[in-house]
Nanobody
Framework: QVQLVESGGGLVQAGGSLRLSCAAS????????MGWFRQAPGKEREFVAG???????LYADSVKGRFTISRDNTKNTVYLQMNTLKPEDTAVYYC?????????????????????WGQGTQVTVSS
């Protein structure tokens, strides 16, 4: 049984930075696509960033150039470094994992492609 546990959320002023972590257990972490999504109050859950098993990355346009996703397969952990944060980045951030082994460069933004989800961590950016 795969478990994903996010951490690192909190309250930060606009322009500040946070780094989210997602620790995975119960599977072969290095084999799978990992992603970050977020959900603001009253809005749909949306894609933020994804990383393939080979380290290829994909970003939503709204975060490109500000956020960086990375993974450490020795620690079974995926990270989301968030810089130059804006009030509109306020949301609950979720880590997600696919359960299929795909090509080393394959990564996607569709929520339906991810099979396992963490419980989420709150990020609040004050203006």
């Amino acid at each position: 049984q795969v478990q994903l546990v996010e951490s690192g959320g909190g309250l930060v002023q606009a322009g500040g930075s946070l780094r989210l972590s997602c620790a995975a257990s119960g599977g072969t972490f290095s084999s799978y696509v990992m992603g970050w999504f977020r959900q603001a109050p009253g809005k749909e859950r949306e894609f933020v960033a994804g990383i393939s098993r080979g380290g290829y990355t994909l970003y939503a346009d709204s975060v490109k150039g500000r956020f960086t996703i990375s993974r450490d397969n020795t620690k079974n952990t995926v990270y989301l470094q968030m810089n130059t944060l804006k009030p509109e980045d306020t949301a609950v951030y979720y880590c997600a994992q696919d359960r299929n082994v795909l090509g080393i460069s394959t990564v996607y933004s569709s929520r339906s492609q991810y099979d396992y989800w963490g419980q989420g961590t709150q990020v609040t950016v004050s203006s």
